[in-house]
C-alpha cells in the first residue's frame, strides 16, 4: 500500500504564490511518475505538473510560465511551486503518483488541499 501525503495550500491573494509538497510512502519498488492535478469548482479534474522518472516534465497551458515542478527521487517527494496565482487556480490540488510496488503498478491519489486565490 502507498500513501501520499499533501500540504501547502490555502488561501492567498491573486498574484500571490504557493508551495504544495507531497511525499510518497508505503511499499515502492519504483515510481514512474508524481505529479498535480486540480478540480477547479464546477469543473472537471485537470492535468497541473507531472515529472517523469526520466526527468521529463509537462505543464498544462494555463499554467505554464507560472509554475514549477520538482521532485527529490531520493525522498519520494515532488513539488509545485505556483507564482502569479490568479483566480482561476482556485482548486482542489491532488497529488498522482504512479507507483511499481511489489504487488504491481498503481496510480495512487492523495486525499487534495485547497488552494483558493482572491481577487
Known amino acids: 500500500q502507498v500513501q501520499l501525503a499533501e500540504s501547502g495550500g490555502g488561501l492567498v491573494q491573486a498574484g500571490g504564490s504557493l508551495r504544495l509538497s507531497c511525499a510518497a510512502s508505503?511499499?515502492?519498488?519504483?515510481?514512474?511518475?508524481m505529479g498535480w492535478y486540480r478540480h477547479p469548482p464546477g469543473k472537471e479534474r485537470e492535468l497541473v505538473a507531472v515529472?517523469?522518472?526520466?526527468?521529463?516534465?509537462n505543464y498544462a497551458d494555463s499554467v505554464k510560465g507560472r509554475v514549477a515542478i520538482s521532485r527529490d527521487n531520493a525522498k519520494n517527494t515532488v513539488n509545485l511551486q505556483m507564482n502569479m496565482l490568479i483566480p482561476d487556480d482556485t482548486a482542489v490540488y491532488y497529488c498522482?503518483?504512479?507507483?511499481?510496488?511489489?504487488?504491481?503498478?498503481?496510480?495512487?491519489w492523495g486525499q487534495g488541499t485547497q488552494v483558493t486565490v482572491s481577487s
Open positions: 508505503g511499499t515502492i519498488f519504483r515510481i514512474y511518475s
Open positions: 515529472s517523469y522518472s526520466g526527468g521529463r516534465t
Open positions: 498522482n503518483a504512479d507507483v511499481q510496488t511489489t504487488n504491481g503498478r498503481f496510480v495512487y
